[in-house]
């Protein structure tokens, strides 16, 4: 049974940092993990996409050059790291998880998720 499990979540001010971890269990293979945010009232948007046997990474333009994806795959968890927080970084946090080829794009391409973690960034 696939397992994602996130955490890491909070309140922070803006201009600060945080790392949000994903730890998975119960599958042998993956083709790519992503990180997802989901605001009240927005669409859930693909924050950042790492394809796991090449380590390339992809990121969305509203946090490219703040935020950085990574895997250790010994320890079987996911990261996201988050430096210069702004408010509108605010929505919960989700991680997800492609297990074959394919497209890693929108919510459709993953068939395992997360239960979220909530990141609140004040002003």
């Known amino acids: 049974q696939v397992q994602l499990v996130e955490s890491g979540g909070g309140p922070v001010q803006a201009g600060r940092s945080l790392r949000l971890s994903c730890a998975a269990s119960?599958?042998?293979?993956?083709?790519?993990m992503a990180w997802f945010r989901q605001a009240p009232g927005k669409e859930r948007e693909r924050v950042a996409t790492v394809f796991t046997g090449s380590g390339s990474t992809r990121y969305a333009d509203s946090v490219k050059g703040r935020f950085t994806i990574s895997q250790d795959n010994a320890k079987n968890t996911l990261y996201l790291q988050m430096n210069s927080l702004k408010p509108e970084d605010t929505a919960m946090y989700y991680c997800?998880?492609?297990?074959?080829?394919?497209?890693?794009?929108?919510?459709?391409?993953?068939?395992?998720w997360g239960q979220g973690t909530q990141v609140t960034v004040s002003s």
């Open positions: 119960g599958y042998t293979y993956t083709y790519c």
């Open positions: 997800a998880r492609r297990s074959f080829g394919g497209y890693c794009s929108g919510p459709a391409d993953f068939d395992s």
